[in-house]
């Protein structure tokens, strides 16, 4: 599996922003669906956004559009998470996941199992 590895996540106010990086090992940055999903106590892991280059389709989940944006830089096999206008209720620990192009179908490719290689983590804290 692809190994992942998570960065910048800090403390924030109200309002701010954050950049999150993650860097793939590996080639085979265009070759997965890369995903940021983010885990609160005492709530499940839920998907954040994610990013299929390959079928040209980016989701993001309805509580970060337009506030939001992932991308990527291909050469250096790294995404990113700009978060903007934070809130409060992104505080979370987010996670980087990936899965190979093709792999899930239908609802599922929505959930945390469908993504099989993880980062451990980057804890965002927004303070009101």
């Known amino acids: 599996q692809v190994q992942l590895v998570e960065s910048g996540g800090g403390l924030v106010q109200a309002g701010g922003s954050l950049r999150l990086s993650c860097a793939a090992s590996g080639r085979t940055f265009t070759r997965y669906v890369m995903g940021w999903f983010r885990q609160a106590p005492g709530k499940e892991r839920e998907l954040v956004t994610h990013?299929?280059?390959?079928?040209?389709?980016?989701y993001y989940a309805d509580s970060v559009k337009g506030r939001f944006t992932i991308s990527g830089n291909n050469a250096k096999n790294t995404v990113y998470l700009q978060m903007n206008s934070l809130k409060p209720e992104d505080t979370a620990v987010y996670y980087c996941?990936?899965?190979?192009?093709?792999?899930?179908?239908?609802?599922?490719?929505?959930?945390?199992?469908?993504?099989?290689?993880w980062g451990q983590g980057t804890q965002v804290t927004v303070s009101s």
């Open positions: 996941a990936a899965r190979p192009v093709g792999y899930c179908s239908g609802n599922r490719c929505y959930e945390a199992a469908s993504f099989g290689s």
């Open positions: 990013i299929n280059w390959s079928a040209g389709i980016t």
